[in-house]
């Protein structure tokens, strides 16, 4: 799908990058992915479930076990590739910590693999980024024992953060890490950046680009891929949405 999904008033909907009306998929919240074959994993108050993008009833993947339905454990899936399953961020019950587990997309009871840390990011490199006390970290991951090789590395202070365990940070196939500083603040708007800095409003023409950039930095990793699409989450206040570009 060449379109963005994205969460309003507790409610996943997506909607096509060339505009018209969203098509609405279910209640969730706190994060979802994509998947290879163009569904949707997402947090929902009873755990992880997938659905197609175009519509249908979602299927529970993960169950939260935790209790609290007013704020579910199961949150900010990250698909991992070859069929590997998917990492995401769990809430322990004392509602004290976040960890970061993995399950399989089919269903298996989650299992903790990184202790203290949320919001996963794996990248092409083999390696793994997430968050603990606001600074992003990042150690090797093997896929085949789907688990960390060795001691996680600081790479950056100071990272957004939230308190429901989310990450104002992405990082792009080719190795450009995009990351905010500091909390969000009310009445943030989603816009695409061109190459040259120019923010232009989805949907809106170039004249109505507005007139202060966000705080934004880039940084680039090296020797990652180049991508054939763009897949990349923006963090909104009120919702998140996760854009799909070719």
Known sequence: MRG??????????????????PTILGPGNLGGSWTPDGSIVFAT??????VV?????????????????????????????????????????DLTRFDIAWASREGSEPRI?????????????????????????????????LETTGSPVALLEGVGSGGAGEG????????????ITGQLKPKSRLVLVDRKGENLLLGQTRQDRIASPPRVFRRTAAELSSPSSLKMQVPIYGFW??????
């Not at 949320?118 to 793994?128: A, I």
């Not at 104002?168 to 990351?179: A, H, K």
């Open 168 to 179: 104002y940070f992405d990082i792009g196939n080719e190795g450009t890490l995009v990351y």
């Open 113 to 145: 693999v990184v202790e203290n840390a949320s919001y996963p990011q794996y990248l092409p490199t083999g390696h793994l980024l997430f968050l603990r006390d606001r600074t992003l970290f990042g150690a090797p991951f093997d896929l085949k024992r």
């Open 241 to 246: 949405t996760s854009l799909e570009i070719e």
């Open 4 to 21: 963005s999904f994205f969460f309003a008033d507790r409610v996943l909907k997506t909607i096509s990058i060339q505009g018209g009306p």
């Open 53 to 93: 993008s175009d519509g249908g009833v979602p299927e529970e993947i993960t169950l939260d076990r935790s209790q609290n339905q007013s704020a579910p454990g199961h949150r900010w899936p990250e698909i991992l590739p070859n069929g590997r399953g998917m990492l995401f961020t769990v809430r322990d019950v």
């Open 45 to 50: 108050a009873n755990g992880l479930a997938r």
